[in-house]
């Protein structure tokens, strides 16, 4: 499975942001649960403005039991 192209252009986005010291942290609320999230977010400027482009918040409880590895056969398992 390939990770598409604006997928590849946000991370290289945050990893500019990254070497740049230009990341933060917020506490935000869930649009759709208004359950605390803790966002990674960009950090620019405009004029005297910041701006914070969220990225994706940190995954609650053990990540490792929230993710799995993709699988090879993914496109067979999602057609049964």
Do not use: K
């Amino acid at each position: 499975m390939s990770i598409p192209d604006h997928a590849r252009a946000n991370f290289q986005t945050l990893l500019h942001a990254a070497a740049d010291g230009n990341l933060a942290l917020m506490e935000c609320a869930d649009a759709a649960t208004g359950e605390t999230r803790y966002v990674i977010c960009a950090v620019g400027r405009d004029g005297a403005d910041f701006l914070f482009t969220p990225f994706g918040h940190l995954a609650d409880g053990n990540p490792y039991d929230a993710y799995v590895p993709p699988s090879e056969n993914l496109s067979d398992e999602s057609a049964s």
